[in-house]
């Protein structure tokens, strides 16, 4: 079952407000912490937050959101999605890095 909030976040992702989606997807988690598809949503808005902004410091929240989702309970295609979001966070922070070091 979604919440208001997580509908939020879903349009206003659509609209590419990255912060009120942001937001949603926090008060959504917040409202129901085992709900995983808001983890999931959290975790695609920072990434494309982070592509548009070009800021680390949203890539390393969506770590965080991956690390906190990968707690709950996650069927296989949950799982792959986290681990996947993950493993591209982390190619991208170290870019970043290199790019900084340059």
Not at 57 to 83: F, G, I, M, S, W
């Amino acid at each position: 079952m979604t919440n208001a909030s997580f509908d939020q976040g879903r349009d206003a992702f659509e609209r590419e407000d990255w912060v009120e989606a942001i937001r949603s997807f926090i008060a959504a988690i917040q409202a129901d912490t085992h709900h995983v598809d808001s983890y999931i949503q959290l975790i695609r808005t920072y990434e494309a937050a982070a592509e548009e902004y070009g800021d680390p410091e949203l890539l390393e929240q969506a770590t965080k959101v991956c690390r906190d989702a990968r707690k709950l309970k996650l069927d296989e295609k949950q799982r792959a999605l986290v681990d996947a979001a993950a493993d591209r966070i982390n190619d991208q922070l170290e870019e970043m890095r290199e790019e900084g070091a340059e």
